[in-house]
């Protein structure tokens, strides 16, 4: 029987990250072969918000530059990864056998929060992709039940990928600082203990265990795609950290991995 395939939590920073030499764009770029191929990837963006689950089913999705002001080189990189709507169909099976409502969407391309660790980890853009979204209206609770709904696609090869933020404060964000807050480091040091401890119920219940939670995200959409990857990962996940360092003051570029 073949072992599972982890579930994967990667901050992708700012949209340039993907044009500029840091520590986080060169472990993503590294990431794709520490892990080896999957037969497809679900990811959970941070970028793409919904009221209810929804999942993309497009055959082709498109490279979706959803930012302004950037350079004109980012905005001219394509994607062009197959869509995924064998899983999509999948997915939203699972999600309803859970008793949880979702939707397809064959309109959604793929969000930055996707295509940019995605271009990093696997360039070729041979693999099948789809989306999940995420509802900032809804708990990390409730975002821990739909990973646990999405659970057995490890079974099938699937990469569960949660794209967001482990700190993601983008009121004080100093592009180029080296120099990180002492909440920034207070929140990933608190959450880093809760997931090597497998503290699901920490990471459900974040903003009332952890002091610095509203500094690190003054809006949840960057954290949800955490507790989705860990709820995936079973009962009693273990986490391996993968990368640790911060951008431009006050983004946390922090990456796990989980098993159950």
Wanted: proline content about 9%.
């Amino acid at each position: 029987m073949p072992v599972p395939f982890p579930t994967v939590f990667v901050s992708h920073g700012a949209p340039t990250l993907i044009l500029e030499d840091s520590p986080g764009r060169a472990f993503l770029a590294g990431l794709g072969a520490r892990l080896g191929a999957a037969s497809a990837v679900l990811a959970v963006s941070a970028h793409w918000t919904t009221a209810q689950p929804s999942v993309s089913s497009a055959e082709r999705p498109a490279t979706v530059h959803d930012f302004h002001g950037f350079p004109r080189a980012l905005y001219e990189l394509r994607y062009p990864a197959p869509g995924a709507p064998d899983l999509a169909r999948r997915t939203l099976g699972l999600l309803e056998a859970a008793g949880l409502r979702g939707s397809a969407d064959p309109d959604q391309g793929l969000d930055h929060g996707a295509w940019v660790p995605l271009m990093l980890m696997y360039p070729e853009a041979d693999i099948p992709v789809a989306q999940v979204s995420v509802q900032p209206g809804r708990s990390a609770a409730d975002h821990v039940a739909l990973g646990r709904a999405l659970a057995p696609l490890r079974d099938e090869g699937v990469l569960i990928l949660g794209s967001g933020g482990a700190v993601h404060n983008l009121r004080a964000f100093r592009p180029g600082s080296t120099e990180s807050a002492p909440w920034a480091h207070g929140f990933a040091r608190w959450l880093d203990a809760a997931l090597t401890a497998g503290d699901v119920d920490a990471v459900a219940h974040w903003t009332e265990r952890c002091p610095e939670a509203r500094l690190a995200h003054p809006t949840d959409e960057h954290f949800l795609p955490l507790p989705v990857v860990l709820g995936a990962a079973g009962d009693r996940p273990r986490a391996e950290r993968l990368h640790d360092s911060f951008e431009h003051g006050s983004i946390g570029m922090q990456a796990y991995a989980f098993r159950g």
